[in-house]
Nanobody, 124 residues
Framework: VQLQASGGGLVQAGGSLRLSCAAS????????MGWFRQAPGMEREFVAA????????LYTDSAKGRFTISRDNPKNTVYLQMNSLKPEDTAVYYC??????????????????WGQGTQVTVSS
């Protein structure tokens, strides 16, 4: 599967962005989907993940209550709605697809396919 992330940009603190990740290929609904981010000089970190059906979501603590991950399986797309953005949310955001396992994982090593990343910059 190929993943294409979009929707990043420059926003002021307190603002919102919605990231999209479109998947090509078949069987999108057979993948758990995740969002990760990487700030300059930092390791890639987990943000959120969603199960194949969309019924189970995971969030990092900093994203809880501000970010919402969702998916539209007929459209082969996963979203990350980000509200109340903070300067520390500035990073390149990546979507990823996890093929195996019963539940979505937080570890990047569990994901098989990655998108190219989209830059999110939050100004103070």
């Amino acid at each position: 599967v190929q993943l294409q992330a979009s929707g990043g940009g420059l926003v002021q603190a307190g603002g919102s962005l919605r990231l999209s990740c479109a998947a090509s290929g078949r069987s999108f609904s057979s993948y758990h989907m995740g969002w990760f981010r990487q700030a300059p000089g930092m390791e890639r970190e987990f943000v959120a993940a969603l199960s194949r059906s969309g019924g189970s979501a995971l969030y990092t603590d900093s994203a809880k209550g501000r970010f919402t991950i969702s998916r539209d399986n007929p459209k082969n797309t996963v979203y990350l709605q980000m509200n109340s953005l903070k300067p520390e949310d500035t990073a390149v955001y990546y979507c990823a697809a996890q093929r195996r396992g019963i539940v979505p994982e937080r570890r990047a090593s569990e994901y098989d396919y990655w998108g190219q990343g989209t830059q999110v910059t939050v100004s103070s």
